[in-house]
């Protein structure tokens, strides 16, 4: 994230001056052959920037970093079900779709019509180191199936259930399981994770993921449900904003475990950690929650 703010903050001091770049809250986001310039004081509703400023600086970027073929400014924060951002062209090829490489995967994408973000690349390669050979997995917001895809290439699972409901994603998750050849490793699922568990995926699971923080605790019934005799690992991406001197971490397994204690469900233990900051004094945490009598 640093090196995205230095290289965009230089780049813009060079093309609009060193004035006005410092009014720049931005970083660059870079998936596959696209650049994504996003700026907090957009989101802030605060941007000093002019339109053809941006427009200068995405040309730069261009002629510095050759392979990317495409610039755009995110004009929004991810919102809604599908977690989108609005996007303004800036430069390069008018084009949203590109290959995302990760892990030794290739993710088609297109960052106008689906999530997709670098930033939880560590998180993706961890879950895959903790899943253990045979696992049965339900992914519940799998966007194009990184997690699913990545875990299925890594750690030979039995089988990952990777659900999502922008159809989008649905269609560009299959693309993806074909295109890294796990086929017969991860099932694609189209709808509300609730729904799907409800119908086809109660008690398969010895793992299950939920990152998407807005869903995660309120799903939390059917997560369990989806544990095989109420037993396993169940991973909650969530959003804390803490007051200061607060613990992001401890914060978060308080509330998984609050959530589980009201469902009736045996906290056995759980592990956390900051995945990446959101906001002033906001963050996205992982709880890793061991759920019943057996840790896995
Ligand atoms: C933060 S993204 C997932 C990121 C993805 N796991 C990754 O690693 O790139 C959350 C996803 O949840 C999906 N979603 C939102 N509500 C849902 C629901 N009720 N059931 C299933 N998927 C849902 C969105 O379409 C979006 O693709």
Known sequence: ??????????????????????????????????????????????????PEEYEAIAEELMKRFKYVRSVWLATAPMTGDYRLRGLRHLAGEKRTVTVYKEH??????????????????YEHSRIASLVRPGEVVVNMFAGVGLFSVIIAKKSSPRVVHSIDINPYAYRYMIENIKLNGVEDLVIPHLGDAAQVVEEMLVGVADRVLMPLPELA?????????????????????????????????????????????????????????????????????????HVGSRTS
């Open 104 to 121: 030794g995967c290739s993710f088609k994408v297109d960052i106008a019509r689906v999530f997709v973000t670098p930033r939880l690349s």
């Open 1 to 50: 994230v640093r090196w995205s703010m230095r290289v965009l903050r230089r780049i813009a001091e060079e093309v609009i001056g060193a004035d006005k770049a410092r009014r720049l809250w931005g970083r660059l986001e870079i998936v596959g052959d696209i650049a994504v310039i996003k700026s907090s004081a957009i989101a802030e509703g605060k941007d000093e920037i002019l």
């Open 217 to 289: 605790l309120d799903y939390t019934v059917y997560a369990v449900k989806a544990l095989r005799d109420g037993r396993g690992t169940i991973h909650f991406y969530l959003h804390k904003r803490i007051p200061r001197g607060g613990n992001p971490v401890v914060s978060a397994i308080t509330a998984v475990k609050n959530r589980l204690g009201g469902l009736g469900v045996e906290l056995h233990s759980a592990d956390g950690r900051i995945v990446r900051k959101v906001g002033p004094r906001a963050y996205q945490v992982v709880v890793d929650a």
